[in-house]
């Protein structure tokens, strides 16, 4: 056990080196292994047990889950996947008010099936929907915080890079954490939806509505404009075949068919096979390969960085004592939630999303569970919290994302987007909100599954 002086060191070399732009990997390797020679004094514990923790991570068969649904995501969004899905829902939404925005909102939630990152979402329906909507009159605040606030659903649809993250560093059953998220998704999208249709109703100058052409030549447009060139029969069955991919990958993992690693492998070659039938070349196939490659390896060395940290944590007793210390505050359990969600929210302005969760959550899942939440539930909770860290000024990342793809508004700035995307903040708020007092929401699918495979 660490004397207490020794954690404030080990803490606060972690934060220094973190806040300093060091690696996150490399500052939680640094931290871990300084915990440990001061735990230990002695240089060969120390190289033997970060060997040996290197080891057991990366021969954990459900570490390949993660770049078997990230190939799964590449090839579909190589042969053009993200751009028929926003086609055709459009044109299935062109009677809805704001239908551009709640076409993106839909696509962005589909999409989240594919690939599990956020900032992939933000860059693509950057170069997709803002266009489109930019065309048809919509204010330019408008759009822009729709496609940056709607992007945050890649990490909580299933399957999220952030719950394949969480699940590893907490032991939590991964295939639980993606059926977890579905319903919550599907409240946020509604959230999103109902926010966009309002806009469209009470002020449709913001929508692009009549500012052109009188309402019947516009609707006739509108209508048509997205799709004269496509040839909606291959997009109609292109997007059946995504469905179809979804519900087989997560049906298969929620009825204990195959496991998330199984699923995933099944999901990257159907996804291969229906990109080769969308006339996905080998260089492009090539690419995607490479792409993952590129993403997964410094994901894998985080997970084995972190994994290392949890242990140490654990070891020296930090996680205890964080955890005593506030059992023993006298705070009611909720006031320690909303300090855990708070940090969330700051991080989320300065780090990405896997920093914060490789940081935090050694130390805050068994904290929630020691002051009775719902593990399951907490995990949905801190997943949303993060995301909405990613809306939040100065450097919210989504929205520098978003910037970055949109080359042609020269004059566009941060603050823009930023106050475009508050009220995706403010339902992201509500979400969390509800599954605090509602920790149903996310359990009832996980436990329903359990129920179906007794």
């Known amino acids: 056990m660490f004397d207490p002086t020794d954690m404030i060191i080990l803490v606060s070399v972690l934060l220094v080196l973190v806040f300093t732009g060091i ?27 970060t060997s040996n923790t290197a080891y057991e ?8 889950v993660i770049p078997l649904f990230l190939l799964m995501g590449e090839f579909l969004a190589k042969c053009g ?5 926003f086609a055709l829902i459009n044109r ?8 551009l925005g709640v076409a993106t909102v839909l696509a962005n939630a589909v999409f989240a099936f594919i690939t599990g990152v956020s900032i992939a979402a ?13 065309r048809f009159g919509y204010e330019r605040k408008f759009a822009l915080g729709c496609i940056a606030g709607s992007a945050c659903l ?19 059953a991964i295939g639980k954490l993606f059926i977890a998220g579905i319903i919550p998704g599907f409240i946020v999208v509604t959230l999103f939806i109902g926010y966009i249709m309002w806009v469209a109703i009470r002020h449709p100058e913001r929508v692009g509505e009549g500012a052109v052409l009188p309402a019947a030549q516009q609707l006739a447009r509108d209508a048509n404009d997205l799709v004269e060139e496509k040839d909606m029969k291959a997009i109609l069955l292109s997007t059946l075949g995504i469905l179809c991919l979804i519900v087989l990958v997560l049906g298969g993992i929620w009825l204990g068919l195959f496991t998330p690693t199984e699923g995933a492998g099944v999901g990257a070659t159907l996804a291969l096979i229906l990109a080769l039938m969308r006339g996905m070349k080998m260089s492009e196939m090539l690419e995607a390969i490479l792409s993952v490659g590129k993403t997964s390896a410094p994901l894998l060395l985080l997970l084995v960085a972190a994994q290392l940290y949890s242990r140490v944590l654990a070891m020296t007793g930090v996680t205890g004592a964080t955890k005593d210390f506030f059992l023993n505050s006298g705070l009611s359990p909720y006031v320690i939630l909303a300090l855990m969600v708070l940090v969330w929210f700051i991080l989320g302005c300065i780090i990405d999303s896997i920093s914060i969760i490789l940081l935090t959550v050694p130390v805050f899942a068994p904290l929630a569970t020691a002051l009775g939440f719902d593990p399951i539930a907490f995990a949905i909770i801190g997943i949303i919290a993060i995301e909405t860290g990613l809306l939040t000024p100065p450097f919210g990342i989504l929205v ?15 603050g823009e987007i930023f106050k475009g995307s508050i009220p995706y903040w403010i339902m992201l708020l509500i979400a969390i909100l509800a599954l605090v007092f509602f920790p149903q929401v996310a359990t009832w699918l996980p436990n329903l599954g359990n129920a179906v495979k007794l």
């Not at 939680?28 to 047990?49: A, D, H, R």
């Not at 996947?81 to 899905?85: N, S, W």
């Not at 299935?92 to 239908?99: D, H, K, L, N």
């Not at 520098?400 to 941060?414: H, M, Q, R």
């Open 23 to 49: 690696h996150i990997a490399v500052s939680l390797g640094i931290t871990s292994m300084l915990g440990i020679y001061l735990m230990t004094g002695q240089v060969e514990t120390v190289l033997s047990f």
């Open 57 to 64: 991570a990366l021969r954990d068969y459900i570490f390949a």
């Open 81 to 85: 996947a993200a751009t028929d899905l």
């Open 92 to 99: 299935a939404t062109r009677r809805v008010p704001g239908r």
């Open 122 to 134: 933000a860059a693509a329906f950057s170069k997709i929907a803002y266009p489109e909507m930019r």
């Open 154 to 172: 890649g990490m909580l649809i299933p399957p999220s890079v952030l719950m394949i993250v969480w699940g590893v560093l907490t032991e939590m």
């Open 400 to 414: 520098f994302t978003v910037k970055a793809a949109v080359t042609d508004e020269k004059d566009l700035t941060p």
